[in-house]
């Protein structure tokens, strides 16, 4: 075991997207391979039914998906690779629970990093604010990052997608055989059966042999064969006949629409044809007006809405499209024109109009979570939940967990606890870190926990309740214990209840960036201010290593040491950043006692 | 990684059942166990088990290329990200590309299949391993390539530096405990020493002058500003990208007449955008093409004892092609069904159902068959009785037919290469197999074959269902170095579909 630890070899970045899966290995340009999700995964959500499968169905879908994509695919051997799974942000917990037995039982892998897969486009920005839209098969998934903390209370989905454009296609195809009923060619024999059917010493036997047979043959419609078309080339019909159409406000110089009829060839002297009409009109199920379901730029002023009003102008200025149906021709300038009538309907959100900004990465928007992936598990450091972790049985990391375990606001501890005299609880988030008594220790304990606290999103609560965490240094534990329960109970609801604002404002602060005047400012700012203090000097404790976009925002300020994946507001808490201060819940903490 | 996909509702078969879980762990996760046809499974010689391919860990031994066959070691595969330094594949069909010059002496990669040529896209060199070289370079030069080398070098010292701060933070800690005293005792706070002074205690005129710092910054802040160094990132407002403009004009127009062409004449199939997803490629000329990807040897262990079941040579061209392969066909005795008539299966019909055995190793294999073990009823007289409490527990594998044959054992004679040569000159060894079968059950024999008959009923409430009964079966046979084994399998017959009542 002692040598795969030694020597460091890349990990395997896995994102199982809706269509299509990528795989490949970190700080590489591009996924080594891309290739059809087996069905289960595609099925786990529809509109109506959240989860089909139960936990063994995962794991045998799985077991077949992960023994192919090591040994088939990428070709590595598991044991000496940790794992990335871009995790999106709802995927089951009998699904995640499925990926880990897999993996640590079945190919003993030493370390999973579940991260929430939208946070990852941002790294190739450059920044830590940001919206990420990703246009993906079954849905649009909108999710506003600010200061590396995604804001999950403003996430929302667009229930539009590839498969909304691909079921239109169907329609429109079937209508259109159906107005013009006409026959079509038989497929021609394959070659294999008319080797067989004629002898090699008479050719002219082929050359009469068709006419019986198609005179046998009912004649095949159109109707019959649009009917028949799989989904596999329906939406390889979509991805070479459709377009985006967008009209530029200029009188038509500027125009993406042509009034071109193309047939699309099925088998050698078989084509479908596709009236011009229809290879724009399909892709206008994802701006629908209708109402019938929410569309994109809906979708993106809802987000807007529900995020806190100080930091809306910071976020639209990084906006990130990814997904696969983002990559149709004309989409990118469709968007900003529907978004742009959307702004200037809604008389709040007008104003941030002016400050709309798309980021380009150099990526196809398809990979751009792949890269993100790649880029991420070439960083040192980061959050993971190893091996070890499994098998003491500490649960699969998951943010959701955040909101299950929420409890009630309970009233603050007080101020001094049985053990800490003089030193504030580290509910209250201002325990000083370094209770233990060498500094080597608690380094190793520091890196330690960071797995649990770190990258990805609310993994950090679950694991700080299991008594075996990973917190290794005895210390942690027993100060941990030794504190009144309420006290960090307490801090789920406050962080909950404050969300990033208060968090940002601090950040952004110690950056002199703004953007923080919302969330009460007069009374929250000293205390912002403070608790960025804090971070600057000692922390700590600030659990992770900081993977991400963050990470330029860590290096100044220290606190934000977290970054990526956190659940709205939500400091990670592991043993270490109970103990030295969650931001939020710090910051919480003494507000009550000022109040008191 | 070509496993049967499955068979139609009915299809007559014989499957055998493993990784039944069992409490064991051994197929945990999998209930009632996985069907298998005997081709897929292996034979642990170590611990005489029958396995599944979820049943062994694989390894991979040595990596090669399936045009040039050439053996790659592992460490140079990864050099090569797993694809073959010599062998390119066609972008378009996906077939591996040849080289080839033409009439003025440049070479060129061309596909034989479907007419590719890589002088469509100013792919062309002297002499053939240039011009392998040039592809190879076009590949390094990426611009994709090198930005990525670029964010995640930024990216990586980040990390570093923050793992460096956080190990330099913890060491400091015990001082920073003095530090943290005064602004909890709300004394001071660093921020006043930030702004100017020194230690200075929170004033009201501070935070409103902050405020109003801020709130004209907030009007020009743009977060670009704060983009990390060493990103260089292309971004457009939104104004600017829907502006129309000449330049949009062109590219539109551009976009126009790629749109206009013929599909499958020119724009890039799913596939085939897949293949090479950097390009961005809408169109057939846009794409690239890539080098073959390799295959691999793998070695699989069982997972109980960790000893080899398969082992490959490492070369691909060798002969044998394999060390040691233990798969199932070579030591369990091969079943091949007799079609049954798919009119005769039908409820309350007594059916028999005839299978041949064959002993594929070289000694004599003891076959009990416990032929009632998953029997609904205990016997035909209980039947009405026992209809209502029949326990899941004694059919816990869902099959809706009985077998009212007796459990029974029987030998199978011995394989042997020259028997069909010598068929009819020698006098067959009948010392080594009993004869005294039970003409009902064992309806023939002959060398290593026998034929089993077996009487099957359908359960009454299973019209409409598949017909499926299921026998485990002990086996005790030595191998070729004479090692003893004993091993038990589950077989799993399905007919066909059970038609309605017949009576």
Known sequence: MDYYWSVEKTCVVIDLGRAFTKCGFATEAAPRHIFRTPELIQEVKTDTVTSTASFERWVQVFEELFKNVFFFYLQANPKERRVIICDKVCSPRPMREAISKVLFEKLAVPAIHFVPDLLLPLYLTGLSTGIVIDCGYEETRILPICECVPLYSAFTTARVGGRHVDEKLREALLAYAKENPSNVKRPAKGWAGRRKSTPMSSPSASQEEPTPEAAEEPPLTLTDMVGSLDDVTLEDIKMRCCYVRYRLADGGKCVLETSKDIKYPLHCDQAIPIKAATRWGVCEVLWDESGERTNIQEGIIQMLEKCPVDIRKSLVQNIVVCGGTASLPGFLPRMALELKMAFESDSRLHHVCERVEFSLPQFPPASLIWVGGAIYGSMEGVAEYSAAQYQKGVKTPDWAAFTLVQQPVQPPPSADSPTNIGVPPAGSGLAPPALSSSPQKTSSSLLASSPAGGGSGGLTLPMAESPQGSNQDSNVVEEQEALPSPSRSQETPASMSVPSPGADAAKADAEGVGGGEGAGAPSAQPEAGRDTDTGAEGTQAAPAAAPAPAAEGAGRTGTRSNIAPRPAGAPSRTSASTRSSGAAAGRRGRRDDATT | ?503
């Open chain 2, 1 to 503: 990684m070509i496993y049967s996909d499955g068979y139609a509702e009915g299809e007559p078969r014989v499957e055998f059942r493993t990784d039944v879980d069992d409490g064991g762990g051994q197929g945990a996760g999998t209930g009632t166990g996985r069907l298998f046809p005997l081709e897929e499974l292996y034979f642990c010689d170590a611990c005489s088990l029958v396995c599944s391919r979820y049943g062994l860990t694989e390894e991979i031994d040595s990596y090669y290329c399936p045009h040039c066959l050439e053996n790659m070691p592992s460490s140079e595969a990864m050099l090569y990200l797993n694809r073959c330094s010599k062998c390119f594949e066609c972008p378009i069909c996906f077939n591996t590309l040849t080289i080839t010059a033409a009439h003025d002496g440049k070479c060129f990669f061309s596909c034989q299949f479907c007419r590719w040529s890589s002088g469509e896209i100013q792919l062309e060199a002297e002499k053939p391993d240039m011009l392998v070289a040039a592809a190879f370079q076009k590949e390094r030069d990426s611009p994709h390539r090198t930005e990525m080398n670029k964010l995640v070098e930024t990216f990586r010292k980040a990390s570093q530096e923050i793992t460096r701060e956080r190990e330099l933070q913890a060491r400091m800690r015990r001082r920073s405990i003095t530090l943290f005293l005064p602004a909890t005792s709300g004394e001071g706070s660093k921020r006043g020493s930030k702004s100017g002074g020194g230690a200075h205690p929170w004033v009201v005129e501070d935070l409103e002058n902050m405020l109003k710092d801020k709130k004209t910054k907030l009007k020009t802040m743009s977060i670009r500003t704060t983009t990390k160094k060493g990103v260089r990132i292309e971004s457009i407002s939104l104004k600017d990208l829907i502006a129309p403009s000449d330049e949009k004009a062109r590219s539109i127009a551009e976009q126009l007449k790629s749109l206009d062409e013929t599909p499958t004449d020119t724009i890039a199939s799913l596939d085939q955008r897949t293949r090479c997803i950097n390009e961005e490629a809408h169109t057939l000329s846009g794409l690239i093409p890539s080098r073959k990807p390799l295959l691999t040897k793998r070695s699989r262990r069982c997972r109980q004892c960790t000893r080899y079941v398969v082992k490959p040579q490492i070369n691909p061209c060798s002969t044998p092609p394999f060390q040691k392969q233990n798969i199932a066909w070579l030591y369990v005795p091969r079943v091949l069904l007799v079609h049954p008539n798919p009119n005769e299966i039908g409820v309350g019909r007594v059916m028999s159902v005839s299978f041949a055995m064959y002993n594929p190793v070289e000694s004599n294999t003891t076959a009990r068959f416990a032929a009632d073990a998953y029997n609904r009823n205990i016997s035909e007289g209980e039947e009405e009785e026992d209809r209502d409490n029949n326990s899941s527990s004694s059919n816990p594998f869902g099959y809706t037919m009985d077998v009212l044959t007796e459990p029974f054992e029987t030998v199978i004679g011995p394989h042997n290469e020259l028997q069909d040569v010598h068929e009819g000159l020698i006098e067959e060894d009948s010392a080594a197999v009993p004869t005294d079968d039970n003409p009902e059950i064992i309806t023939e024999r002959k060398g290593n074959k026998i034929m089993v008959c077996l009487r099957v009923k359908p359960h009454d409430d299973s019209a409409g269902k598949e017909a499926t009964f299921g026998i485990p079966v002990e086996l005790s046979f030595k191998d070729r170095t004479m090692k003893e084994h004993n091993t038990h399998i589950h077989l799993v017959f399905t007919l066909g579909i059970i038609s309605g009542a017949s009576e």
